[in-house]
């Protein structure tokens, strides 16, 4: 059955609640969000002409009609396709042109790399700018009745963010997205129904994904007017809503960790964290202020948000003999799912062994759109190969160990980044760091180390070599440090390794 359901019974049993808050204003009630989903339904059947089975792309930022518009799309049976709005109009060019999107809804803010980027393809995609006069028109179309779809057919289609190649589309179902949303209250959370789901991390990914268990439990969703993520904001938004609980990439949950200004965090409920790694200094620190608030979770647009899980009770164990191991875990496999660690031949790996994390289960996306060899190479004998590397321990806990992509081969040797990123980091004066391979005649590759220092701080590449030396073999030293004031990262937080690595390879061809 379609997912858009969710909202449509959501207005039926609490229409007066308030399904969307802009800051700290009420926005709409899930009545009204419901009536201008069935409208802007109507829009793209009537209005627009468009079939059910087209694709219909949000590149907008955080705004409370991002939900009337996913929402929308739902309703009429079609399949929405977010953005990532930070990207170039050549990257929308190519998303667009490659998922043939029938129609695109876009904040004034982008409206004019959205036409530039339509222009490049050269077909015909409507472009509707949101919040316009036309868009207020368009909401009070003549409304339609919800479309149905069955559980395999196309709900969301979800570019990868391109860290590895060229982005593809995870064709995510109706039955995908269903799995992610009740999965999220048995693994990461409850949702009480005075909860408030915070969106200040991009719709288009893992916040997106986790509106959808809080718009089923009739929750309000609260969209920063800033509409993106800024401590001071945030803070002052917890104080003036009850129960609030956000997704976070871990270099967001640093930043509003380290933030000087910061208030009370007593209406936090959880933060969940994940689509990058959460060093155990920084978990240890954001526990320290926050409390057991924090739950982690492993993922990737292939099996949106629903891979392992590390819940708040693990980040509470403290007194646990192996505590810090736990925290640098990604937690075990999620309820609906399962997980294994298999060696290049597909045969599971002993505990302690490194191998790929392959995922199966319901919540698995069907394919990648328009690419049947990748798609059949990424879902080989019925489990989603995941391109990330990983080990279990006895207890069913998993390490992940970077992306295969990121692995540093130095003298035959393997060398993990994530394991030298953990010790520079124990330094007081580091503040982020990448660790990445640099080709080297003898070696193969050698281990080059991106830091960027806390603010006031100033880095002796001394200390940190000694740090190495005492906590890691010598071969995993980094052979250069280069110091920098901030790391490239893309919008979804996750410091971008292909910039630095590309960044070296010119240096070389100079
Ligand atoms: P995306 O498809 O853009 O969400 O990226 C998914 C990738 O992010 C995964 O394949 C992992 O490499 C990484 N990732 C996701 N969650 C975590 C986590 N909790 N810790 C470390 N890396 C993660």
């Excluded at 409206?111 to 207020?136: F, M």
Aim: hydrophobic residues 35%; contains cysteine.
């Amino acid at each position: 059955m379609n997912l858009g359901i969710l909202l449509t019974r959501a207005a039926k049993s609490f229409p007066e609640k308030i399904a969307i808050a802009h800051g700290s204003y009420d926005f709409c009630t899930y009545s009204e969000l419901a009536s201008r989903a069935a409208c802007l339904a109507g829009f793209l059947k009537t209005g627009l002409n468009l079939s059910i089975d087209e694709r219909v792309g949000l590149f907008m930022s955080n705004c409370p009609e991002y939900l009337e518009v996913f929402h929308g799309i739902l309703h009429a049976g079609m399949a929405s396709l977010p953005i990532n709005n930070k990207l170039h109009e050549k990257e929308l060019a190519y998303i667009l042109d490659d998922a043939s999107a029938g129609a695109l809804f876009v904040t004034h803010d982008l409206a004019e790399r959205a036409h530039l980027a339509v222009d490049e393809v050269g077909k015909d995609i409507k472009i509707i700018i949101v919040g316009d006069s036309n868009y207020r028109s368009i909401i009070r179309s003549d409304p339609v009745q919800i479309t149905h779809r069955a559980a395999n057919d196309l709900a969301w289609l979800f570019y990868t963010s391109g860290t590895t190649g060229s982005p593809k589309g995870a064709m995510l179902t109706h039955r995908n997205l269903w799995d992610s949303t009740l999965n999220y209250y048995v693994d990461v959370d409850r949702v009480p129904s005075n909860g408030s789901a915070f969106h200040p991390a991009p719709m288009s990914h893992g916040s997106g994904f986790y509106g959808l268990p809080h718009l089923a439990a009739a929750a309000k969703q609260v969209i920063p007017e800033s509409g993106g993520f800024d401590p001071a904001e945030i803070y002052t938004l917890i104080s003036a809503h009850e129960e609030v609980s956000m997704f976070a990439a871990p270099t967001m949950v640093k930043r509003f960790v380290e933030y000087s200004g910061g208030g009370s965090t007593e209406n936090l409920r959880t933060i969940t964290y994940g689509g990058g790694p959460m060093y155990v200094t920084d978990c240890k620190k954001a526990l320290e202020r926050l409390g057991p608030k924090l739950v982690q979770i492993y993922g990737q647009g292939e099996s949106p948000m629903t891979i392992t899980v590390l819940p708040r009770e693990d980040h509470a164990l403290i007194e646990h003999p192996r505590y810090e191991e736990r925290l640098a875990s990604v937690g075990y496999a999620q309820s609906i799912v399962e997980v294994r660690v298999a060696d290049s031949e597909g045969a599971t790996c002993p505990n302690g062994e490194i191998g790929e994390i392959l995922v199966r289960g319901d919540v698995v996306m069907k394919g990648y759109w328009g690419r049947p060899k990748e798609s059949a190479e990424a879902l080989r004998d019925g489990w989603l190969h995941t391109g990330d590397l990983g080990v279990f321990d006895e207890d069913g806990y998993l390490t992940l160990k970077d992306r295969s992509k990121d692995l540093i081969i130095s003298g035959g040797s393997n060398i993990y980044p994530r394991e030298i990123e953990e010790i520079l980091l124990q330094h007081q004066s580091v503040s982020e760091c990448a660790v990445i391979g640099r080709p080297h005649e003898e070696w193969g590759e050698e281990v080059v180390a991106f830091i960027s220092p806390v603010t006031g701080h100033s880095i002796e590449i001394g200390e940190l070599d000694t740090l190495c030396l005492d906590n890691i073999a010598r071969f995993k030293r980094p052979k250069e440090y280069r110091v920098s004031e901030s790391l490239p990262k893309n919008n979804y937080g996750k410091i971008i390794k292909r910039e630095l690595r590309s960044q070296l390879e010119k240096e070389e061809k100079e």
